[in-house]
């Protein structure tokens, strides 16, 4: 499939379909498949990936085709720029001039003091409980965050790097640059490098959290995930957006003459702090083991109280010429160590248990509970996943249970404990009806998930119609809004949005004319959207992104009368789902599956009945697809293949790939049409198919030999 230019992959059938697009349209679409992919990355990097690996691959590819065809897109803030193919080596590497260091852990008081024995021995001091007099530690918050290194010219910040394995890490210098606690002067022209850690305060993350929430997407799992996938952006206007901060914890100042020679950790940080770093002030020096414990007791509580989030103390030795005779072992150093605070436990009650039924109709069971402290925040639900793993956990309502932050941020049923029990608690079970809309609930064979199969269940409405806002990207229409329009009845069905007027607006809470005005503007706005957007704003079950684009290249060619487009289309999705259902498997990429849920959405009484002619009815208009570009040269132009079973060497993806730089084109399923089936161990129905109309099948070894066209 692929040739490479400057290592990135070029599809070259879909660099004719890029070529085919007038500038404008180009232009457009490079800035949504731009802006799609910036999101997934970061998604990706706080690990709440919103695509699989292969459909950020596709969305990627089209990225690389569209600035083949038109390389005046290829700006230096493109996701493209300067990339190899995943969002992992986005950077360039940077080699630490000295290793960043990682650090032994203790867990306990008891692990605290053999870390004293153990430095004490490597010093010949006495052992404890003997006093070491000229044994002093300083003890730091341990940020949890992501470690960086700062270089520093002659006063100037040049160059910032991640930690990466240790050795080398990532050249993430503009995004530094963006933080406002990064300084791009020192106070004195030195060179140096500074260490520390970069965060995101806990507000912050709660900000963005409610941000994504009310765009339907994915949260940050805790700060830190979110810090990291905020600095670890390949467009610093986005790290820009978020308020990171750093806390500076160690000096390697280059020697020169006039360097002032630093004996000591404490007059390190002092020192960073002259020369214009921030450094935390949460620390103490001077310190023998028992202040040290202490220290750790001390923040124990408090630190729930800080903006940001701290794990643990880190406790280091604090005179250099004492750390440089401990060394170190295996890349952790002897002088320093890692206390970690151990996620706080606390006991509460399950006063009850609630099924919330999501927008496919899942029932996700979670426990209120006795409103209790944990972590810094007052918890009083949390989710039970499903029903097997409140079986697994024995966990009955009226239990007392252990309820634990999981990283310290998301409550988490840790277990029940049955000897509290008085006999009162009652073990839960799922509901046969659906606690909303009172429908019979479903779990299918062998499946954890029970669910409400009512497509006009409110609860699954509502959810429904945030997936359509966000999809259709109604700018400025949040969760409470939706929430007021459908409870009011100004909002039943998807197209009720574009008949909504200024007036309607105005006259839900919150609202005044001027943000009605911007509403109203917004959502006229939405109006006209790609088809691909607007299918995969309809939260078909099993149909993302990449289906969406699919779909809505078949479709566009299918329906090629443009006058009353959408409403065409639907009765061909109708006619098409109602009486030849398999034909969906002629979309690229959709296997039986898929074809299976379209087909169910679509089909007469389906959850999609009628959705399409509202929307048209309420003036939706759609931007079709630019056709593709007939297949291309190449031994098999023209031709129509399926590939069926495993062909070695080659997944099925990378196999249709391959068929399409050959110039056919890979189909889902066997027709008359089909030109070859090539069959690999596995093969089924389709063989038997193939076999039955006449159509000539290859065998899976001779896969490569079909492509190169030594057999046609
Ligand atoms: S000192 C050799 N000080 O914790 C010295 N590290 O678990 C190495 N960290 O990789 C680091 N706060 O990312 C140090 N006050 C602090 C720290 C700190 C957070 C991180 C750092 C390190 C990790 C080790």
């Not at 060394?327 to 002088?335: D, T, Y």
């Not at 639900?381 to 634990?404: F, M, P, S, W, Y």
């Not at 990283?407 to 006999?423: A, C, H, M, N, Y």
């Amino acid at each position: 499939m692929t040739d490479t230019i400057e290592g990135l992959p070029v599809d070259p059938a879909l660099v004719a379909e890029a070529a085919a697009l007038a500038e404008g349209e180009a232009a457009a679409r490079h800035a949504e498949l731009a802006a799609r992919i910036v999101e997934a990355n970061e998604a990706y990097y706080a690990d709440a990936p919103i695509l699989e690996d292969a459909e950020w691959d596709q969305l990627f590819r089209r990225l690389v085709a569209l600035e083949t065809a038109f390389p005046e897109l290829a700006t230096p803030d493109s996701p493209t720029r300067g990339v190899g193919a995943k969002p992992t080596t986005t950077f360039d590497e940077v080699r630490h001039r000295r290793p960043m260091l990682s650090l032994a852990n203790a867990f306990s008081h008891d692990e605290l003091r053999a870390f004293d024995g153990r430095v004490r021995r490597g010093l010949d001091m006495p052992a404890p409980p003997e006093p070491a007099p000229d044994l002093r530690y300083v003890a730091e918050l341990k940020i949890d965050g992501l470690a960086v290194t700062l270089r520093y010219e002659r006063g100037r910040f040049v160059q910032g790097a991640t930690r990466g394995d240790g050795l080398t890490g990532e050249d993430v210098t503009a995004n530094l640059r963006t933080i406002a606690t990064v300084p791009e002067r020192l106070t004195e022209p030195v060179s140096l490098d500074a260490r520390g850690e970069v965060y995101m305060p806990k507000a912050e993350f709660a900000r963005i959290n409610t941000e994504r929430e009310e765009q339907g997407l994915p949260l940050y799992a805790n700060p830190r995930n979110s810090g990291a996938g905020s600095l670890r952006q390949k467009d610093p206007a986005v790290t820009a957006a978020r308020q990171l901060a750093t806390w500076s914890y160690q000096l390697i100042e280059d020697e020169a003459a006039g360097t002032p020679q630093l004996a000591s950790q404490s007059a390190a940080l002092e020192r960073l702090e002259t020369l214009g770093f921030t450094v935390n002030p949460n620390r103490a020096s001077g310190l023998d083991i028992d202040d040290v414990i202490e220290f750790t007791d001390a923040w124990r509580e408090r630190r729930h109280e800080l903006p940001y989030e701290t794990d643990g103390v880190v406790v280091k030795v604090d005179r250099f010429d004492q750390q440089d005779r401990l060394g170190m072992v295996s890349r952790a150093p002897r002088w320093a160590i890692a206390y970690k605070y151990p996620p706080e436990q606390v006991e509460t009650v399950v006063e009850d248990i609630v099924p919330y039924v999501g927008r496919i109709g899942t029932l996700t069971p979670v426990a209120y509970l006795r409103p209790t402290k944990v972590a810094g925040s007052t918890v009083a639900r949390a989710t039970l996943h499903n029903l097997d793993e409140i079986r697994r956990k024995d966990i009955r309502v009226g239990d007392h249970v252990i309820l634990q932050k999981a990283g310290d941020v998301i409550p988490e049923v840790v277990r029940s404990l049955p000897d509290k029990r008085t006999g009162d608690e009652r073990t839960w079970d799922m509901p046969a009806a659906c606690p909303v809309c009172g429908t019979a609930i479903v779990r299918d064979e062998g499946a954890v998930r029970h669910y409400c199969p009512n497509p006009a269940c409110p609860a699954r409405v509502s959810q429904e119609f945030g997936t359509f806002v966000g999809g259709m990207d109604i700018e400025g229409a949040g969760w409470k809004t939706l929430e007021q329009l459908l409870q009011t009845g100004l909002v039943k069905r998807r197209g009720d949005f574009f008949r909504l007027s200024v007036e309607d607006l105005e006259g839900l809470d919150r609202f005044a004319r001027k943000s009605a005005e911007n509403l109203h503007a917004n959502i006229r706005k939405a109006r006209r959207r790609p088809l691909e957007r607007l299918i995969a704003s309809l939260g078909i079950p099993q149909v993302g992104w990449t289906t969406s684009i699919e779909l809505a290249h078949w479709l566009a060619a299918e329906v090629p009368q443009r006058e009353d487009w959408l409403v065409r289309a639907a009765a061909t999705l109708r006619d098409v789902a109602a009486s030849q259902p398999d034909r969906f498997e002629e979309i690229e990429g959709v296997g039986p599956t898929v074809a299976a849920a379209l087909a169910a959405w679509f089909a007469p009484g389906g959850a999609g009945e009628g959705v399409l002619e509202d929307l048209a009815d309420a003036g939706v208009e759609v931007e079709l697809p630019a056709p593709r570009a007939p297949a291309g040269d190449g031994p098999l132009a023209g031709k129509t293949v399926v590939v069926t079973g495993s062909i070695e060497g080659y997944s099925r993806e990378a196999a249709e790939a391959a068929v399409r730089s050959a110039g056919a084109k890979p189909a889902g399923s066997v027709s008359k049409k089909t030109d070859y089936v090539v069959a690999g161990p596995g093969a089924g129905s389709k063989l038997a198919k193939a076999q039955e109309l006449g159509v000539p099948v290859i065998d899976g070894g001779d896969f490569e030999r079909l492509i190169s066209g030594e057999l046609s």
